[in-house]
């Protein structure tokens, strides 16, 4: 997929968790470190369905542009839910499972975006 395809996913999905108030999105281009995906967005609801309704947000915005999800884990538990869409990978946490698994401390080697980059 094209550079500007992927970013839109990107934009389309941090724009999707903020709607539903997701709190501290970090969006980690991870392309130079890992072939597992290009970029990792990372965030955090207060409750489960909080957590589910920022997935809902991510799932609906992106497969209405046509980018459908490979794959989604955790949605029951709502603890940590991990939407594969190839060339990006959403985490959507609890702030007690964000804290502890501590992901962006794993890939301090992305480089984490700014607003701006966007």
């Given at each position: 997929?094209?550079?500007?395809?992927?970013?839109?996913?990107?934009r389309?999905?941090?724009?999707?968790?903020?709607?539903?108030?997701?709190?501290?999105?970090?969006?980690?281009?991870?392309?130079k470190?890992?072939?597992?995906?290009?970029?990792?967005?990372?965030?955090?609801?207060?409750?489960?369905?909080?957590?589910?309704?920022?997935?809902?947000?991510?799932?609906?915005?992106?497969?209405?542009?046509?980018?459908?999800?490979?794959?989604?884990?955790?949605?029951?538990?709502?603890?940590?839910?991990?939407?594969?869409?190839?060339?990006?990978?959403?985490?959507?946490?609890?702030?007690?499972?964000?804290?502890?698994?501590?992901?962006?401390?794993?890939w301090?080697?992305?480089?984490?975006?700014?607003?701006?980059?966007?």
């Amino acid at each position: 997929m094209s550079e500007d395809r992927t970013l839109e996913m990107v934009r389309l999905a941090k724009a999707a968790l903020e709607d539903k108030k997701g709190q501290n999105i970090k969006v980690i281009d991870i392309s130079k470190v890992s072939v597992l995906a290009d970029y990792f967005i990372i965030a955090d609801g207060s409750n489960p369905n909080q957590v589910q309704a920022m997935a809902d947000s991510v799932e609906e915005a992106l497969g209405q542009a046509g980018y459908p999800c490979r794959q989604i884990e955790g949605y029951g538990s709502a603890n940590w839910i991990l939407m594969d869409y190839g060339d990006i990978i959403i985490h959507a946490f609890n702030r007690e499972d964000r804290l502890f698994y501590d992901l962006e401390r794993i890939w301090r080697d992305g480089k984490f975006l700014s607003e701006e980059e966007l």
